[in-house]
């Protein structure tokens, strides 16, 4: 197996007399879909951002392989070092879309900021690459120049999931990024995302308190509760046989329903 492209240990913060993550290990490889799951209050959500350099630990380290092969402590980088990872080997979709895309800039001009952000300058290029990218999370074309406040909020999630792969990171981190979205909209995003995640071989660490998505979407699932894993394995694995009381819980709610 190749090595790690992030990779955390030791992990804890509490939040006054709550632990939101206590002696949190984790790690992902390049290509792979790594599903956090968990009721609210468990840590997810602060551990995707611990992860993602979002905030601070308290205690543990995270550690990323650049393209390079050069191993860094990601919470040792400089904002403007963080800033530069964010926009081009990283990627952040947010559950509220309205947090990932600029609401007063068009929709082409949201994707070609991100490419203009690693470089790109030209204007007929950066507009066919956003035209190319609006196509390909099923938005037309013809909207290019509409207002993203002007779009539902499934296609502004798309729109912010075109914005974040433009560049073609190597890891993407997504926190719920179906949540909110009517049954029938999340079905369509999670095969848009199951093809995109596919084809451009990302490595993803996605928080989903869905088990439905981690299944059709994850390699690997961590279970959390109170802070901390109580298990991980192989997706099919942990879901068609949980070993951890919790677990069986989370499942039979599942079946249940």
Same mark, same amino acid.
């Given at each position: 197996?190749?090595?790690?492209?992030?990779?955390?240990?030791?992990?804890?913060?509490?939040?006054?007399?709550?632990?939101?993550?206590?002696?949190?290990?984790?790690?992902?490889?390049?290509?792979?879909?790594?599903?956090?799951?968990?009721?609210?209050?468990?840590?997810?959500?602060?551990?995707?951002?611990? +992860?993602?350099?979002?905030?601070?630990?308290?205690?543990?380290?995270?550690?990323?392989?650049?393209?390079?092969?050069?191993?860094?402590?990601?919470?040792?980088?400089?904002?403007?070092?963080?800033?530069? +990872?964010?926009?081009?080997?990283?990627?952040?979709?947010?559950?509220?879309?309205?947090?990932?895309?600029?609401?007063?800039?068009?929709?082409?001009?949201?994707?070609?900021?991100?490419?203009?952000?690693?470089?790109?300058?030209?204007?007929?290029?950066?507009?066919?690459?956003?035209?190319?990218?609006?196509?390909?999370?099923?938005?037309?074309?013809?909207?290019?120049?509409?207002?993203?406040?002007?779009?539902?909020?499934?296609?502004?999630?798309?729109?912010?999931?075109?914005?974040?792969?433009?560049?073609?990171?190597?890891?993407?981190?997504?926190?719920?990024?179906?949540?909110? +979205?009517?049954?029938?909209?999340?079905?369509?995003?999670?095969?848009?995302?199951?093809?995109?995640?596919?084809?451009?071989?990302?490595?993803?660490?996605?928080?989903?308190?869905?088990?439905?998505?981690?299944?059709?979407?994850?390699?690997? +699932?961590?279970?959390?509760?109170?802070?901390?894993?109580?298990?991980?394995?192989?997706?099919?694995?942990?879901?068609?046989?949980?070993?951890?009381?919790?677990?069986?819980?989370?499942?039979?709610?599942?079946?249940?329903?």
């Amino acid at each position: 197996m190749s090595a790690p492209l992030l990779q955390a240990s030791g992990l804890s913060l509490r939040f006054g007399a709550i632990a939101a993550l206590d002696d949190v290990a984790l790690e992902i490889h390049p290509g792979e879909v790594v599903a956090i799951v968990g009721e609210s209050g468990s840590g997810k959500t602060t551990l995707l951002r611990v +992860l993602s350099g979002l905030m601070r630990p308290e205690a543990g380290t995270v550690r990323y392989r650049d393209p390079a092969g050069a191993v860094h402590s990601v919470h040792d980088m400089g904002e403007a070092a963080m800033r530069r +990872l964010h926009r081009s080997d990283w990627g952040f979709v947010h559950q509220n879309p309205r947090d990932g895309l600029r609401m007063r800039v068009s929709a082409g001009g949201n994707i070609g900021e991100r490419l203009m952000a690693v470089g790109a300058r030209h204007y007929g290029g950066i507009r066919a690459e956003a035209t190319a990218w609006l196509q390909r999370v099923e938005i037309d074309p013809e909207r290019i120049d509409g207002m993203p406040d002007k779009f539902s909020g499934g296609m502004q999630q798309r729109l912010q999931i075109a914005r974040t792969l433009v560049t073609h990171p190597r890891l993407v981190f997504m926190d719920e990024p179906t949540g909110g +979205l009517d049954v029938s909209v999340q079905a369509k995003l999670l095969d848009m995302i199951r093809g995109l995640v596919a084809d451009l071989g990302l490595a993803v660490l996605i928080v989903t308190h869905d088990i439905a998505a981690a299944r059709l979407l994850a390699h690997r +699932l961590l279970v959390m509760r109170h802070g901390r894993v109580v298990e991980q394995g192989l997706t099919d694995r942990v879901l068609d046989d949980p070993q951890h009381e919790y677990t069986q819980l989370l499942v039979a709610s599942v079946l249940a329903a």
